[in-house]
């Protein structure tokens, strides 16, 4: 995904590879955003995320944690926003803590802001169609 910004998937695993080559790229300290309605597939793409990190752990969505730490060749914590309540709650998440320790990857990433996060948007386009768009890269 460095320098295409820009494909569409016929499926789950299309979505799962292109997460997987973003995951082989991350650092330490990287903040991704991930975009996108219910369903779009941002759990499928975290999924591939943490298979490019070299991890086996099985990636769903938290449901009622906001995060979840994966362990790989860096730490990959999962971030779930959409039952976030509060501001406080967001707080208490303790992001830089967790970009110390590892990369950061945010569902529903448009609820914070982050100026230096790289944003991947995922759009459904009928059927198992997907787009996915990197609107902002990573800045390595
Ligand atoms: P989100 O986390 O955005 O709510 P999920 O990744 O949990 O979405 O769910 C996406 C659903 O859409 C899954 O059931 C997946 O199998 C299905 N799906 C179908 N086609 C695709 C595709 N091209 N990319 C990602 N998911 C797809
Ligand atoms: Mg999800």
Known sequence: MATTTLRETAGPEETEVLGEELGRRLRKGDLVLLKGELGAGKTTFVRGIARGLGSEALVASPT???????????????????????????????????????????????????PDAAVVVIEHRGGNHRLIRVTRDLPH
Do not use: K, T
């Open 64 to 114: 009622f944690q906001l995060v979840r730490v994966y362990p790989g060749r860096i730490a990959l914590a999962h971030v779930d926003l959409y039952r976030l309540e509060s501001h406080s709650e967001l707080a208490e998440l303790g992001l830089d803590e967790l970009l110390d320790a590892g990369a950061v990857v945010v569902e529903w990433g448009d609820r914070i802001e982050a």
